[in-house]
């Protein structure tokens, strides 16, 4: 969720009470790469070393000495200041000290339901560290993106990041703890149960955005639900079906998922699949999705590689993209350049997501990818449009309208993983889905079946488009 828009380059900093708000608490801000490259921050690290129960305790006494309380805690309450403080600093330290990357955190109340730490925990802590210059807060930046995507405009921005500062790097050095051991002395404890869902499934207006708003509803207005409607009820079934198939198998290095779809205006735009709670799996990289285990079996994650340009193609009259790279430009100059892919995915990306090729490059992409100056992005756009001329007017080939086009092909892609999940659900396969791909036991036959399903899916859904899936495995060695 975006929250604390700021049209400021370099915001102003302030000093809260302890015990007060951290709105408005800032730290000088980094490089703008380092904001857009953090990672959520789960609050589930706790102390699994002498070294960090030591540092625990040194953060403790630093944040307890700068409070303003009339009443000292009682036990309880120095308990629960414990465990926010080991939750907060161990998981900025992981990340600052083995990736030097910044995190995030939504310090709204309805951010912590259901989490180890609660609101009233965890957010005094987070102005506490603040204000006593262990951590930086950089505000959340808001900006607009109307000359690079659409006539009308649009606005994007990143949340606020926290930053572990140099003095909190440096007791954490002086309490043994460095980037060699930090991960072997704060670890994630997971919760053992589901989280709550309040809705199976959810139903919201497109948010409207309107310059100059230090704000955005980035939610939308809820909407009812006609429980009377057959395909309402059927869409409800499926979301309880698949909650009910989680809950009688184990999961293990993850927060037990539990599912909700969330739809816009109606259940042809949007409808992902998305998982609740603490850390949930559809957050956790890569690699830590590839840890888990579900009745202590290892899993294996099915991927659809280009999956929405392959929905997209589909409808335009080409069902298959081949098994060449869509994203390989080997044949052009440009593609010379060490991360070419990269940033012809990143403007497909943008073009699906704005509903037409840029015209600009999109805000920041130049930094991030190391585009050069003299490479303008037509260069780039005029090439896809060779290949994939259905890029240049997507809404006409989906039949929506232009800023329809991303929640439409969101729609369509659960569709399709909606249908082959259905699949494995009824054959109580705990199938989990992960934005385009599944997750399931790393089982031959089970790996296959899903496979399959999902090239049914596609097919059926999406007008008959054939996608190619790549399946990836953890590595038994090390783990």
């Known amino acids: 969720m975006l929250e604390d828009y700021s049209h400021e380059v370099e915001p102003t900093v302030t000093s809260p009470s302890i015990s007060g708000d951290t709105e408005g608490v800032t730290g000088p801000i980094s490089s703008s790469s380092r904001l857009r490259d953090a990672v959520p921050l789960s609050m589930l690290h706790i102390p699994a070393s002498s070294e960090a129960e030591a540092l625990v305790a040194a953060v403790v006494a630093v944040v307890s000495a700068g409070e303003k309380r009339a009443r000292a805690r009682g036990p309880k309450g120095t308990e629960k200041l414990i465990a926010a403080v080991a939750a907060i600093v161990g998981g900025v330290l992981v990340e600052a000290l083995r990736r030097d990357r910044l995190v995030f955190r939504s310090l709204q109340k309805a951010a912590f339901d259901g989490e180890r730490i609660g609101y009233l925990q965890a957010k005094p802590v987070f102005g506490g560290l603040v204000a006593v210059g262990l951590l930086h807060r950089h505000q959340g930046i808001r900006f607009q993106e109307t000359e690079h995507f659409a006539e009308t405009p649009s606005w ?156 997209l193609a589909a409808f335009a009259g080409m069902p298959c993209l081949g098994e060449a790279d869509p994203y390989d430009f080997s044949d052009q100059l440009w593609a010379r350049l060490p991360n070419a892919r990269d940033i012809v995915k990143a403007v497909v990306v943008a073009a699906l997501g704005a509903g037409r090729l840029p015209q600009r490059w999109p805000n920041k992409m130049k930094e991030k990818y190391g585009v050069p100056e003299e490479l303008p992005v037509p260069v780039i756009t005029q090439a896809l449009a060779a290949r994939f001329p259905f890029l240049e007017c997507p809404g006409e080939v989906l039949g929506v309208a232009q800023e329809q086009v991303a929640l439409r092909l969101q729609n369509l892609e659960a569709a399709a993983l909606t249908a082959a999940l259905h699949a494995l659900w009824r054959n109580d396969i705990p199938g989990v889905p992960v934005h385009d791909s599944i997750l399931v036991p790393n089982d031959t036959v089970v790996v296959t079946m899903a496979e399959s399903e999902l090239s049914r899916g596609y097919k059926e859904r999406c007008g008959g488009a054939e996608i190619r899936t790549v399946v990836e495995r953890l590595a038994r060695e090390g783990y």
């Open 156 to 311: 994007s921005g990143m949340a606020a990041r926290f930053e572990a500062t140099e003095d909190l790097l440096r007791l954490a050095r002086e309490h043994g703890i460095d980037k060699d051991n930090v991960e072997s002395c704060f670890t994630k404890v997971f919760p053992t149960k589901p989280p709550k869902v309040k809705h199976a499934v959810t139903l919201r207006s497109v948010p409207e955005r309107h310059p100059g708003q230090k704000r955005v509803n980035s939610d939308g207005e809820l909407l009812p639900l006609d429980m009377e409607d057959n395909a309402t009820r059927e869409i409800v079934a499926v979301v309880e079906q698949a909650n009910a198939v989680f809950a009688r198998h184990r999961f293990e290095n993850c927060t037990p998922p539990a599912l909700y779809r969330a739809f816009r205006e109606d259940f042809t735009l949007g409808g992902r699949w998305i998982t609740a709670g603490a850390a949930p799996i559809q957050q956790m990289s890569a690699d830590d999705r590839l840890k888990i285990t579900i009745d202590g079996q290892p899993v294996a994650e099915i991927d659809v590689k280009a999956s929405q340009l392959s929905i």
